[in-house]
């Protein structure tokens, strides 16, 4: 059996040498709608992206990522994002029926919500040869300042995009087996 979309997911990987090509308009219509499209906890839509397409504010962002060697050395620094075409940083607006429904399920309902969306994005544009990077690794306070985002806002994430570098390796990221990763009827302890 064959799967279109399983095809993409096993292409795609964080991609964090890119090339000069500008993202084309279209291209990033088709991006953003398919964030549109995504599913949210009581269909709360809580998202807002900033499209980052200005260089210089695209240059104030990546030093506004810290560096990171003495936190988690594989993150030593986000600086990368500089050669991105464009930076979309994911805003999330909390929403007072998913802030009740997340209180029961004692789960952050808006994070959830903001990671598929993400997701999707990251998977239209692998699709589309367009390589992506999550940053869940940034510097809150500087980037508010920056983009001029409201206190209530939070940011989830920041995605880089831009055309991967063809001369630039992207390392595959090993994954556990299947057999490890689920169980059936009850919980199995690995
Ligand atoms: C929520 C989240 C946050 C991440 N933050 C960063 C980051 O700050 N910097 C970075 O270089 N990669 C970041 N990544 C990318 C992961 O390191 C990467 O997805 C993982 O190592 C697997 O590699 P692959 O995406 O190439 O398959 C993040 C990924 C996710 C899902």
């Known amino acids: 059996m064959e799967s279109k979309i399983l095809e ?5 990987r964080s991609i964090r040498n890119y090339g000069p090509g500008e993202i ?18 009581c269909n709360s ?8 397409k200005d260089r210089k504010k695209i240059e104030d962002l990546s ?18 994002i500089s050669k991105a075409s464009i ?19 004692g789960m952050d309902l808006l994070m959830l919500d903001m990671g598929i969306a993400i997701e999707h994005m990251v998977l239209t544009a692998a699709e ?6 999550w940053l869940g690794y940034f510097s809150d306070k500087k980037i508010r300042k920056l983009l001029g985002i409201p206190k209530r806002t939070k940011i989830a994430a920041l995605l880089s995009l831009g055309y991967p570098d063809v001369t630039g390796r992207s ?6 087996e299947l057999r490890e990763i689920y169980s059936i009827n009850t919980y199995k302890k690995q």
């Open 87 to 105: 930076i979309i940083v994911a805003c999330a607006n909390p929403h007072p029926i998913t802030h009740s429904a997340a209180k029961v399920a």
């Open 8 to 12: 993409v997911i096993t292409k795609r």
């Open 128 to 133: 589309l040869g367009i390589g992506t990077c």
């Open 24 to 41: 084309e308009e279209e291209k990033l219509r088709l991006i953003l709608e398919s964030a549109r499209l995504a599913p949210s906890s």
């Open 45 to 52: 839509q809580p998202w807002h992206f900033i499209v980052v």
């Open 171 to 176: 390392k595959e990221q090993k994954r556990k």
């Open 63 to 80: 030093k506004d990522v810290p560096v990171g060697e003495k936190i988690i050395g594989y993150y030593a620094s986000n600086r990368f």
